[in-house]
Nanobody, 125 residues
């Protein structure tokens, strides 16, 4: 079992920054990720981090603006979001996997078997 608790969401103007922490507790994880879901849209991947090889794939829409990182000593996952845009407005979810998977599936939601409740990020123009 893994418990995930996100925080750090809020409202910010376009061009601003936010950092989202996710506290993980419980079993050892093999990968963690951030996903987001805007109203009326499907959940989409943002970025992931794989624990064995340190791979960090990003969705093209956030590459060069967002940075995913993990502090394993504190069981924390972070998403640093810079140069935020109104289209980044969404509910952001932290996810964790305790299973094996193919590395090319790191941005697939089916890779993850634990999810947080989400934290809202709103970007105004």
């Amino acid at each position: 079992q893994v418990r995930l608790v996100e925080s750090g969401g809020g409202s910010v103007q376009a061009g601003g920054s936010l950092r989202l922490p996710c506290e993980a507790s419980g079993s050892t994880v093999t990968a963690m990720a951030w996903f987001r879901q805007a109203p009326g849209k499907d959940r989409e991947p943002v970025a992931a981090i794989e624990t064995e090889h340190g791979l960090t794939p990003y969705d093209a829409s956030v590459k060069e603006r967002f940075i995913i990182s993990r502090d394993s000593t504190k069981n924390m996952l972070y998403l640093q979001m810079n140069d935020l845009k109104p289209e980044d407005t969404a509910l952001y979810y932290c996810a964790a996997s305790t299973t094996t998977f193919h590395l090319w599936n790191l941005l697939q939601p089916t890779t993850y078997n634990y999810w947080g409740q989400g934290t809202q990020v709103t970007v105004s123009s």
